[in-house]
């Protein structure tokens, strides 16, 4: 079965280019200009992966990601940026992008950095858990693993999907040093095409939510080696 892609790109040049190769490829490709018009075409779901660009006429596509995130909309997506700026990066994986190529990128890459994210996509409903328990509990830290939903004292704390990976893959075994290497195979997969730094802001961004009025830090940092998730001493 062919692999449904929605290819968001205002340059018609590049646009008609990269649907012709993707085509190519064996993918499906709907394409769409700007915002809105991808917008109406990922809210009719059926799509297995949205390639979306920045620089969009009107609506830009950091907003495109945070409406559908928001809506929520969870089909994959890699954001195309001609920005170098790491700020464009971070913000477009904190508000919920699977990866991010930057422009210029050639075919090939941007092949291997699909091809990755779908095998991710189609791994991860018949994975196994290592966070098997229904809910998990530290101090003022509520983990209810089933409803993906966590609570500080009694306030809900929104995470993106890699943040709350992430977290209940490490507070399922508190104490436990892991790699950056491991952390970013199990959370993000063996054929993610990325580093440890991916892994330092996330940890970062959990840090700042799970921090309680005490100040006390979940996460220990084992100079170079990882993180261990560390739980308030009782």
């Known amino acids: 079965m062919r692999r449904r892609l929605l290819l968001v790109e205002d340059d018609p040049t590049l646009r008609q280019a990269l649907a012709f190769n993707l085509a190519r490829e064996g993918y499906e490709v709907t394409s769409a200009a700007d915002g809105e018009a991808a917008l109406d075409v990922a809210r009719g779901g059926r799509l297995d992966l949205i390639l979306l660009d920045v620089m969009l006429p009107g609506m830009s596509g950091i907003e495109v990601l945070r409406v559908l995130r928001r809506e929520g909309v969870t089909t994959p997506v890699i954001v195309l940026s001609a920005k170098g700026d790491e700020i464009d990066r971070v913000v477009g ?128 940092t084992v100079r170079g080696v990882g993180y261990a998730f560390a739980p308030r001493a009782t």
């Open 93 to 220: 994986l904190k508000i919920g992008a699977d990866d991010y190529v930057a422009k210029p990128f050639s075919r090939p890459e941007l092949l291997a950095r699909i091809e990755a994210v779908l095998r991710r996509q189609r791994r991860e409903p018949d994975a196994p858990s290592a966070e098997d328990r229904e809910e998990l509990a530290f101090g003022d830290v509520r983990i209810d693993v089933a409803r993906r939903e966590v609570t500080v004292g009694d306030e809900p704390i929104h995470l993106t999907t890699k943040e709350f990976d992430l977290l209940a893959h490490m507070a399922a075994s508190p104490g436990r040093i892991f790699t950056r290497d491991q952390l970013l195979a199990r959370v993000w997969g063996y054929d993610y095409v990325g580093d440890g730094r991916t892994v330092d802001v996330h940890v970062s961004w959990l840090r700042g939510k799970l921090r309680g009025s005490d100040g006390h830090n979940y996460f220990r």
